[in-house]
């Protein structure tokens, strides 16, 4: 009967053992959910493949091509939680201010409307709309999904997205040398704003800070190909219509998201 009794004993305790243990390590308790997205980050363009007709536009030793510079952005996205391995979204991303920016010097004088030495200048806004898929690390607990302690948890993540984006090159204008090459002279070769809508695509890939509550936080990097953007026609100093500037829009993104679950 002693012996009986320290059994039952022993289980007894090592039953409250694993009971104890089991509730002292989080517990990642997936739940199919709704979400929203905000973010912020920034976007930092590569060369843009600009070209011009140099039947029109003045040949220069320095060329066209460049990068069309920085700009922030913001996002606002709505999505599904399908299941700890899947997500999607649509997604939207306001890029308010790329400047392109490309002093040229000029051998071309017997260009119609020669113009000399110059900086030329245009600003590009790209703002896209997205359809998005996400692969989750949380899929696999232990191997790409981490507990880092007090109900947090990591996990990694990549994601690609198809849409469109809508790009707009506007206050498009040279600024000429005078003589000295030292004063800015006249600003030149003025054309109207343009818009233009292009297929577009993107790829991200990151980390999710998250827990059982109805926060989650996210950062990354996204490549971001929004198309071809082009300028207008038309030469409004000489009143003439002439071959549009054209390029490809294609940047390195860096971004933080704040997600709001409404199922916990």
Same mark, same amino acid.
């Given at each position: 009967m002693p012996k009986i009794k320290q059994s039952t004993l022993l289980v007894l305790a090592l039953n409250s053992g694993l009971a104890l243990a089991g509730t002292m390590g989080p517990t990642d308790?997936?739940?199919?959910?709704?979400?929203?997205?905000?973010?912020?980050g920034g976007s930092y363009s590569m060369k843009a493949g600009i070209s011009p007709d140099h039947q029109t536009w003045d040949t220069s030793p320095q060329g066209y091509n460049a990068d069309v510079g920085n700009t922030a952005l913001y996002s606002a996205a709505f999505g599904y939680h399908i299941s700890s391995l899947l997500s999607g979204d649509i997604q939207y991303i306001y890029r308010p201010s790329y400047n392109y920016e490309k002093y040229q010097?000029?051998?071309a004088a017997g260009t119609a409307n020669f113009s000399g030495n110059k900086t030329r200048y245009f600003d590009l806004q790209s703002n896209s709309l997205m359809a998005n898929a996400y692969l989750h690390g949380r899929e696999y607990p232990g191997i790409l999904n981490r507990a880092l302690g007090q109900g947090f948890?990591?996990?990694?993540?990549?994601?690609?997205?198809?849409?469109?984006?809508?790009n707009?090159?506007?206050n498009f204008h040279s600024v000429s040398q005078t003589r000295s090459g030292v004063n800015r002279g006249p600003v030149v070769a003025m054309i109207l704003d343009h818009e233009r809508t292009s297929l577009a695509y993107q790829f991200s &890939? *990151?980390?999710?800070? +998250? !827990?059982?509550?109805? =926060?989650?936080?996210? &950062? *990354?990097?996204?490549? +971001? !190909?929004?198309?071809? =953007?082009?300028?207008?026609?038309?030469?409004?100093e000489h009143q003439i219509t002439v071959p549009?500037?054209?390029?490809?829009?294609?940047?390195?993104?860096?971004?933080?998201?704040?997600?709001?679950?409404?199922n916990a």
């Open positions: 308790n997936f739940t199919h959910s709704p979400y929203v997205k905000l973010g912020s010097t000029s051998s948890f990591v996990e990694p993540f990549i994601g690609g997205g198809l849409g469109v984006a809508f707009t090159v506007s &890939a *990151g980390l999710n800070l +998250y !827990n059982n509550t109805h =926060f989650n936080l996210g &950062a *990354g990097y996204r490549y +971001y !190909n929004g198309g071809v =953007f082009t300028s207008e026609n038309y030469l409004i549009p500037w054209k390029g490809t829009l294609q940047a390195n993104e860096f971004f933080i998201d704040l997600m709001y679950k409404f």
